[in-house]
């Protein structure tokens, strides 16, 4: 027994003491942002003394996308900018929207970082909710040069916010070899509209026995895709809610039914199912955004057996084929203490750098929305996997054409509960009116208009 | 009849037995395909698991989270065990009024969702400076409600004439509890042991609100980050999913002994 209580005291010495050395002091982190740079760096810079060193802290998601690209930005800018240091801390997306709402809402800055990504869905609701916290940016930002719809959503009574980043321009790429066997060309598949497409599937499916598309039920994305094709969405201009009466929304609602109910839909559960059925060649086609590339590619054995076409659009009035799925932006926060020098980086490498756009294009797949970029050498290379299409190219097109929308401030919201009656629709237990009245009362209830 | 009965029986577990090991299976398969083949869903081992590994270092620094999360478990293990047995010992030895009173006070806590505590908890260690330290993540969570429960219910097994009898040996209170508790106490040890090592092992939410840097991280939360992309390297993911569980199923064997006996409450 003694053995036992001499081992448990020693363990929790030991432990007490690793404590006690292993790590920095805390408390000068939350004092002063600026002396809190840690001692490998300080002897990496001897030309700058520590007070004049500015940090700059950025919270993003996806290590493989937004912080490989935010390195690459950081390397150009700290190339030129050695007084300045960058610190980009990995949070998976919807850790880092709980982390802001509980930093946001406890009226503390000192844990905030200086600059933060957020998804565009999700922009009006930050910006909304806690007016003052991020940092208006308008005449500091060229605005005119990135794409409209991404200058909307940030904007708040006029006041712009943030610097316009990654684009989720959709498009619908589609298996060449599939359609021909049906006997259908690239042609017959350019600027269609969803009931064209339905068409097509069926007559595909009736032929070759092949089906057209993976989708899951569950989820709202392809019907959001349809839905951005309009002007029109959940909300309103002015982000009243608008579900039961909107036509856009009762034909995108029709369409998905109908697509989910065909016999040419592979339905499928969760992101790597729905992935999985193009790489396996279960599907022809796949409508989403411009991330998905980068998925479509993995699969090299089906190099040169794909293209892409603009998304199909709704049937009606002023739909366009250019839609939009997922994208997202960066922030800066009004508490920063470097504020001036992260509007610099993020001016000098998300606004006014070509080059950058072109890099991070080549490297990780990523459509910026700075349009200057897009006549770059990057945008115009044909790829090969692509039956040597112009991929990137096409989608800066296509983003241009994306309409406008203010996505108002509870797009999942509205999302989710318009998906639980769908159910309902699918199975023919509800009129796609009524499941969308009822979906409207659940919203209105739980964002309490 | 019989023997029908008992091959009913074996089938039953042997099925039940399959469905539990399979998302190991899987894990471990995964880890070794990429991440194109696990989402075509092939079942069978592939070459990858290098390339995996070799990724996953690339993109998450993962030998400190992973002594970050041990270091963590560690220390909160011990101080618990330590401090939650000292209260359940006390409040079912020691006799006072108040004591049903504190107690079911006590019990009461563990009605409170965390999300209720998550926003005044972070202003209190933010104001005290405590913010990104690992010690936020272990104070609050060294006397749990539920631990010192088990350890009042299972003092109620501890005989009390040992207790009489050392303190007419003349051990004082805190030579009995240190000598002849815990001692004899052992497999409860284990039991309350194993839950507190795998709770903390696992948090997730309050870590993730008060860590702030990627170099104080636990692997929770590195996994968490692994996953939230546009598209998810899932072979490296099932790597670090396989190290993040080692340290729970070591821990669990090595004490698998004491912790049925544990929960049991039974005195060797």
Redesign the interface.
């Known amino acids: 027994m003694k053995k036992l209580l001499s081992l448990l005291l020693v363990m929790c010495l030991g432990i007490t003491l690793a404590v006690g050395c292993g790590k920095s002091s805390p408390t000068s982190s939350n004092e002063d942002n600026n002396n809190s740079t840690s001692n490998e760096d300080n002897q990496d810079n001897n030309s700058t003394s520590n007070e004049d060193k500015q940090k700059i802290t950025i919270w993003a998601w996806d290590p493989n996308f937004n912080i490989a690209i935010m390195n690459k930005a950081k390397d150009l800018y700290t190339a030129n900018n050695s007084n300045v240091e960058i610190d980009i801390v990995d949070i998976a997306k919807s850790d880092l929207e709980q982390k802001l709402h509980t930093n946001l809402a406890s009226g503390l800055t000192t844990d905030l970082p200086d600059i933060v990504l957020i998804e565009d869905y999700n922009a009006q609701k930050y910006l909304q909710a806690y007016p003052g916290s991020f940092e208006p940016l308008t005449n500091k930002i060229n605005y005119d040069d990135f794409a409209n719809y991404k200058v909307e959503l940030m904007t708040v009574d006029g006041e712009m916010y943030g610097v316009p980043f990654d684009s989720g321009a959709s498009g619908m790429y589609y298996r060449k070899d599939y359609l021909e066997e049906a006997g259908y060309t690239s042609d017959d598949l350019e600027n269609i509209t969803w009931d064209e497409y339905i068409a097509i599937a069926q007559d595909m499916y009736n032929k070759t026995g092949r089906k057209m598309l993976s989708t899951d039920p569950n989820d709202g994305g392809l019907m959001r895709i349809m839905l951005n094709t309009t002007n029109q969405w959940y909300f309103d201009a002015e982000g009243n809610v608008n579900v039961a009466d909107n036509e856009a929304m009762k034909e995108a609602a029709r369409i998905y039914s109908e697509i989910c109910n065909a016999d040419f839909t592979k339905i499928t559960t969760g992101w790597s199912e729905w992935v999985g059925a193009i790489n396996t060649g279960d599907v022809a086609t796949i409508t989403t955004g411009v991330w998905i590339t980068g998925s479509v590619k993995a699969e090299e054995s089906q190099s040169g057996l794909w293209r892409v076409a603009p998304t199909p659009r709704l049937n009606v009035e002023g739909a366009v084929n250019a839609s939009n799925l997922g994208g997202s932006s960066w922030y800066v926060l009004s508490s920063s203490k470097s504020k001036d020098a992260a509007i610099d980086f993020l001016s000098k490498t998300y606004d006014q750098n070509t080059d950058f756009y072109q890099e991070i294009l080549i490297d990780k797949g990523a459509v910026g929305s700075y349009i200057p970029s897009q006549s770059g050498s990057a945008y115009s290379a044909q790829d090969p996997f692509f039956d040597n299409q112009v991929v990137f190219g096409s989608f800066s097109q296509w983003m241009q054409k994306i309409p406008s929308i203010n996505y108002g401030l509870y797009t999942y919201e509205a999302d989710a509960a318009i998906m639980k009656y769908m159910f309902d629709v699918y199975s023919g237990k509800l009129s796609i009116d009524d499941a969308l009245k009822k979906a409207e009362e659940q919203l209105l209830i739980q964002i309490q208009e | 009849m019989k023997t029908f009965k008992s091959t009913l029986k074996y089938l039953f577990l042997i099925i039940a037995s399959l469905v539990s090991i399979f998302p190991f299976v899987w894990m471990i398969i995964g880890a070794t395909n990429?991440?194109?083949d696990?989402?075509?869903?092939k079942l069978s081992f592939g070459g990858e698991l290098m390339n995996n590994i070799t990724r996953l270092f690339e993109?998450?620094d993962i030998p400190r989270a992973f002594f970050n999360s041990l270091?963590i478990a560690?220390?909160t293990t011990?101080?618990l065990l330590?401090i939650s047995s000292a209260a359940g010992y006390a409040f079912e030895i020691y006799r006072s009024k108040a004591r049903e009173r504190i107690y079911n006070l006590l019990l009461l806590t563990m009605m409170i969702p965390f999300a209720a505590l998550?926003?005044p908890l972070?202003?209190m260690f933010?104001?005290n400076?405590?913010?990104?330290?690992?010690?936020a993540i272990i104070l609050p969570t060294i006397a749990t409600a539920y631990i010192i429960f088990f350890f009042r219910q299972t003092t109620k097994a501890f005989p009390k004439d040992l207790m009489q009898a050392a303190r007419v040996d003349g051990l004082n209170e805190f030579q009995i509890f240190?000598?002849i508790f815990?001692?004899t106490m052992?497999s409860s040890y284990a039991a309350a042991g194993i839950i507190a090592f795998m709770t903390s092992w696992n948090n997730f939410?309050w870590p993730?609100?008060i860590l702030?840097?990627?170099e104080?991280k636990t692997m929770t939360?590195v996994l968490?980050?692994?996953?939230?992309?546009?598209?998810?390297?899932?072979g490296s993911i099932m790597v670090a999913i396989i190290i993040a569980t080692l340290p729970t199923i070591l821990v669990f064997f090595l004490l698998q002994r004491y912790f049925v006996e544990g929960m049991m409450g039974s005195i060797k």
């Open positions: 990429s991440a194109t696990i989402t075509k869903g993109m998450a270091k560690l220390i011990v101080l330590l998550m926003i972070y202003k933010a104001m400076g405590l913010s990104n330290t690992h010690s240190f000598y815990i001692p052992k939410l993730l609100i702030q840097s990627n104080q939360l968490s980050s692994l996953s939230s992309a546009y598209f998810p390297e899932f």
